[in-house]
């Protein structure tokens, strides 16, 4: 028997297994957004105070604060798939208010990452990259030009990657409709909507406040950036990740292999709105983000068969650049160069 014959026998009753974890509860979710949004703003605060003393320690509450808005965005996230709070209508209130925090239009976001999560893993889905950074198989690697190669060798370095595909990705697609995805379409209007708005918060609080507003606010951004691209990253780009054509692919199998669970210390699992438990998320995105560690601990077959790193070994994740179909894996560039020699050599 495979491993993934026998996640599908052990895992026949996955939807019964979850159901009662996706029920939201309003006083958690509203305490979550008190114990959020409160942090966000005192820090938000003290670093506007701390331009006069030094503009490293505003830096470096940033960073901090960079966390507090990935808690933000994480609400805005459960919204997105309505299972933050019980009314529908509350959870597209507060979702598009978190969105003038994470710059990310809320409905148009949506609309992306509820296709991601019906796609991910799936080779041939165009565009490939809905939910996940951008990669290339071995074979699709091997038949780029010089040129092309080295645009995407270029593009998986670490700086570029985690610091200026960030940057591009808020003030390019999530500014202007790329996604054509017929079932993305019906949020273009949305998007507009969001940007003009934004753009005007954006204006007033720096007429009020100053230049100092964007020299408080852009290195949160961007620090929320990074940390929402690593994540990504890590949670569907790790070695033994899940990576299939189409008509080989499955559900349940994407989600508890092409998904990590992410084993954080406490507070920054906390920080991170449990994303850390991926596998489950991907298996029920009706789960509210303060019920997965619940339902992880009180169903470890859950856990039985996903792919655990924890920070540390998660470093390891920057050399995975290529998806090897025959092994299976992520492989590296160095690999990569090696199965050539050999594969000339034979």
């Not at 966390?67 to 019980?86: E, N, T, V, Y």
């Not at 969105?99 to 990452?113: A, D, E, G, L, M």
């Not at 991601?116 to 071995?138: A, K, M, N, W, Y």
């Amino acid at each position: 028997m495979t491993v993934e014959q026998e996640i599908k026998q052990q895992l026949k009753d996955w939807k019964k297994i979850i159901a009662d974890y996706q029920q939201p509860d309003n006083k958690r979710a509203w305490w979550q957004v008190i114990n959020t949004f409160g942090p966000f703003v005192a820090l938000w605060v003290l670093m506007y105070f701390s331009l006069d003393w030094s503009y490293w320690i505003t830096l470096g509450l940033g960073l901090v604060n960079g966390f507090f808005l990935a808690r933000i965005f994480i609400i805005q996230h459960d919204c997105g798939h309505h299972s933050f709070l019980k009314s529908k209508a509350w959870n597209n209130i507060i979702g598009n208010f978190c969105s003038f925090f994470s710059t990310i239009p809320y409905k148009y976001w949506s609309k992306i990452h509820n296709y991601h999560h019906g796609h991910s893993g799936q080779l041939d889905e165009e565009p490939r990259d809905i939910g996940d950074v951008p990669f290339l198989t071995v074979e699709e690697y091997r038949n780029l030009s010089r040129w092309g190669r080295f645009k995407y060798r270029l593009f998986r370095t670490p700086v570029v990657l985690f610091v200026i595909t960030p940057i591009v990705y808020l003030s390019g697609p999530m500014r202007w409709p790329t996604i054509k995805v017929p079932n993305v379409r019906s949020a273009y209007k949305a998007l507009f909507s969001n940007n003009f708005w934004l753009a005007a918060v954006y204006v007033g609080l720096t007429y009020l406040l100053g230049w100092e507003f964007l020299w408080v606010q852009v290195p949160i951004i961007i620090f929320f950036g990074t940390i929402a691209f690593w994540f990504f990253y890590v949670q569907h780009q790790h070695e033994e990740t899940y990576k299939k054509w189409k008509q080989e692919w499955d559900y349940l199998i994407a989600s508890i292999r092409g998904s990590t669970y992410y084993k954080l210390p406490r507070v920054l699992n906390w920080l991170t709105g449990n994303i850390g438990y991926h596998h489950i998320h991907h298996l029920s995105s009706l789960i509210p983000n303060y019920n997965l560690p619940r339902c992880a601990r009180e169903n470890p077959v859950l856990q039985r068969y996903v792919t655990t790193i924890t920070f540390r070994e998660s470093l390891r994740c920057v050399f995975n650049k290529l998806w090897d179909e025959q092994q299976e894996r992520m492989i590296s560039f160095r690999e990569f160069y090696q199965l050539e020699r050999a594969r000339v050599a034979a």
